[in-house]
Every structure is written in structure tokens, then in C-alpha cells.
């Protein structure tokens, strides 16, 4: 179960990474000016940078290289993301489209908070059981080596 | 190979392919026709903006309106052409109401539409359908009304329509509004006015 988690985690990550990286970038950075959080060369920053940490953080998830690292980067991107679009929820921010997966899926801001929430839970249940996450994984590949 | 070294591969694999993946896909440059009904300003003018709309987009509508007062104020130095994005996923009208604009762009009328589209779009993107007020927008501006019922029904609208869409997806674009500034790629209005700064510093 925790392998199908890890696997399930680390593809989500990998694909709204991927859907952000490989679009022009000025398409996640009018994304994040709607969410009116940052100045804006941090905006440009974040709307250049984020994808590839979210699609890095997917890839080490998946493969369960450097296994309980990558839950932790999973962790604070899930928290990142509740409360980023929880705090334009609550200011009552008009958006469209959340901006998570760039323009391949248009996910509704209270649907992102479900689903980051049990993002949320699913990686810390994972790391608190990280033996079994990592069962077949790069780390148990070269912690046997 | 141990794992940090593992480790350093897979990081440089990755970032080769995906690097690979976004110069193979890198949309292609936009290029500006100047012979069209539905452009603005000085063709020869030093900033050029194609921008690809929706028009039942509220960010798109505060786009135009910002950028006809901008005009108004460098008449000289802007030239701008409309071209049709519509997000028929998100928006009942986006369709219907670039077809209306392509027809009126066809009668010469397409900026006077506009004039009365845009500033109305907040009550007519409510509408079941939002025809009959787009009708008396048209015979407001002395639009032939025949000839945009033929266009309407003609099936060329809707191609150009679909083809600078599919234009505007081969450029990278994701959302409206879109603008190409010189070329460059700025979406939404706030990256719209931070550009034209570079542009008209005062």
C-alpha cells in the first residue's frame, strides 16, 4: 500500500511539475499574480523556479531515491499549496483555475485544498511508516548494495 | 555507482530531457499581419502588440479597455491586432460572441463592436444567450444585418476563428488575455503594463 502511496504521490508531483515546465512560464505566472501574495520579481522567480522543484520533489518520490528527503519536500509543497489558495479563499480572491497543473488540468481552488490536505496526510502517513515506503525503492536498492 | 552519484545522473537526466523537451515543443514566434480589420494604431509604429483575446473574459475586457486608453495617449508609437482565443470550456459565449466580432471585422465594424461588447460583456455573459443583445449591438453600429446573419451561418467565421486558436496553442498560450509585445510574450494585464513601462518609462 505504501509503495502504490509513494508511486501515486510522486506521479502527481511529477505531472504538475511537468505541465508547468514545459509551457512558456509566463502562463504559471499569471497563475500566481492572481493569488496577489509577492512582489513582483518574486513572482517571476517563483513562476521560473517552483515547476522544477515540484517535478525534482516528484521524481524522488517516485523512484524512493533519497526517499524520506522527498516526502519532506512533498510535505512543504502540499502546505504551500493549502495555504496559498487558502488564504485567496478566505480574502476572496477571484480564480478561475487554481494554476496546479498549468493549462492540462483546470482544478477548482476548493478541489486543490482537498486534495493537498489528503496530500497532506498521505505524506506524513508515509514517512512515519518510511521502512515500508521505501520497500522497493532506489534507497533499499543501494542501502542492500 | 554510488548513490550520490546515482543521485547526480538522474538530476542531470532529467533536466537534459525535459530541457530537450521544452526547445523541441518552444512555441514559434508570433508574427504580426499587418493587413487585417482587426488592428489599430500606427503600423509602423516602434511597439507592436497582437493579443489574443476571449471576449467573455473579464481580464480580457479590462485589457482592452486599458489598452485603448493607451493608445489614446501614444497614438503614434502603438499598433495593436486582435486575434481570437476563445475558451468555449470555460465560457458559454466565448464562441458565439468571436463570431459576432469576426462578422462585424468583416463589415469594416469590428473596433465599434467592441466599443459596445466590452463594456456590456458583465450583462451579457449572464444571458441564456446572449444573441439578441449582440443583434442590436450590431444594428447600433450599422452593421448590415443580412450579411452577419450569412456570416453567422457560414462555417469561414468559425474556421479563422478555430485557426488562430490553434495558432495561439502552437504558441505556448494557455489562458487570455495573451499578448505578444515585440514579439515577447507577456500573459495578463499586469505583465501587460510592466512591458509596456520598458516601453514608456514616464
Not at chain 2, 35 to 53: D, L, S, W, Y
Not at chain 2, 132 to 143: I, K, S, T
Request: glycine letters at 8%; aromatic letters at 10%; hydrophobic letters at 50%.
Amino acid at each position: 500500500m505504501y509503495l502504490v502511496l509513494r508511486i501515486v504521490i510522486g506521479g502527481i508531483f511529477i505531472f504538475s511539475g511537468l505541465s508547468k515546465v514545459l509551457s512558456p512560464y509566463q502562463n504559471f505566472l499569471y497563475i500566481i499574480q492572481d493569488y496577489q501574495l509577492l512582489p513582483s520579481w518574486g513572482e517571476v522567480l517563483t513562476a521560473q523556479l517552483f515547476p522544477w522543484i515540484e517535478l525534482i520533489v516528484g521524481v524522488f518520490v517516485f523512484l524512493g531515491l533519497w526517499t524520506s528527503w522527498g516526502l519532506r519536500g512533498a510535505l512543504v509543497l502540499s502546505g504551500i499549496f493549502v495555504v496559498v489558495v487558502g488564504q485567496a479563499l478566505i480574502r476572496g480572491l477571484s480564480l478561475e483555475n487554481c494554476g496546479c497543473f498549468g493549462g492540462w488540468v483546470h482544478l477548482k481552488p476548493q478541489a486543490v485544498i482537498v486534495l493537498d490536505s489528503a496530500s497532506l496526510l498521505l505524506t506524513s502517513l508515509m514517512l512515519r511508516n518510511i521502512s515500508l515506503t521505501k520497500k522497493i525503492s532506489l534507497d533499499s536498492y543501494f542501502e542492500k548494495a | 555507482m554510488n548513490k550520490w552519484q546515482s543521485t547526480l545522473v538522474i538530476v542531470l537526466v532529467l533536466v537534459g530531457l525535459v530541457a530537450g523537451a521544452k526547445i523541441y515543443l518552444a512555441p514559434k514566434k508570433a508574427q504580426i499581419n499587418i493587413q487585417t480589420a482587426r488592428a489599430k494604431g500606427n503600423p509602423q509604429a516602434r511597439v507592436k502588440i497582437v493579443e489574443f483575446i476571449d471576449f467573455q473574459c473579464p481580464a480580457c475586457a479590462y485589457g482592452m479597455k486599458f489598452l485603448k486608453t493607451f493608445i489614446g495617449q501614444h497614438p503614434d508609437d502603438i499598433y495593436v491586432q486582435v486575434r481570437y482565443f476563445p475558451l468555449t470550456n470555460m465560457h458559454h459565449h466565448a464562441m458565439i460572441s468571436a463570431l459576432y466580432s469576426e462578422c462585424a471585422a468583416r463589415q469594416g465594424k469590428f473596433w465599434e463592436l467592441e466599443d459596445l461588447m466590452i463594456p456590456q460583456q458583465g450583462q451579457w455573459a449572464q444571458l441564456i444567450s446572449p444573441e439578441p443583445v449582440f443583434q442590436a449591438m450590431a444594428a447600433q453600429v450599422g452593421m448590415d444585418i443580412n450579411q452577419l446573419n450569412s456570416c453567422l451561418a457560414s462555417d469561414d467565421a468559425r474556421k479563422v476563428i478555430n485557426d488562430e486558436k490553434a495558432l495561439g496553442q502552437s504558441l505556448g498560450i494557455a489562458s487570455t488575455p495573451t499578448y505578444f509585445i515585440n514579439n515577447k510574450m507577456v500573459v495578463g494585464v499586469k505583465s501587460l503594463q510592466d512591458e509596456l513601462k520598458t516601453y514608456f518609462p514616464n
